[in-house]
């Protein structure tokens, strides 16, 4: 299995930055994908996630109204839509992807910075 982020970097307050994550090699199909992320010095948050099959998203309140998640299932990819980005978002993000037997992969991680 391999899950692959793509699209971090370096970018302003107040803009945007769109991180895809694509998952290859699934034995199962996936149950669900999200988001989290790591600051300096701090623990691993959750972000984002949306669930296949059923749509459903779900967001952590800090980013509620600035990041959207979304699928296609059918290619087992997802993004994430980072919009009015803060200093505070700067964190390595990583896709985690759950399939239907509940097992779970971990993407690499990328690194997003936003500079005030």
């Known amino acids: 299995v391999q899950v692959v982020e793509s699209g971090g970097g370096l970018v302003q307050a107040g803009g945007s930055l769109r991180l895809p994550c694509v998952a290859s090699g699934m034995p199962t199909k996936i149950s669900a994908m999200g988001w989290y992320r790591q600051a300096p010095g701090k623990r691993r948050e959750f972000v984002a996630t949306?669930?296949?099959?059923?749509?459903?998203?779900n967001y952590a309140d800090s980013v509620k109204g600035r990041f959207t998640i979304s699928s296609d299932d059918a290619e087992n990819t997802m993004s994430l839509q980072m919009n009015n980005l803060k200093p505070e978002d700067t964190a390595v993000y990583s896709c985690?992807?759950?399939?239907?037997?509940?097992?779970?992969?971990w993407g690499q991680g990328i690194q997003v910075t936003v500079s005030s």
């Open positions: 985690h992807v759950v399939d239907a037997w509940y097992s779970d992969y």
């Open positions: 949306i669930v296949f099959d059923h749509p459903s998203t």
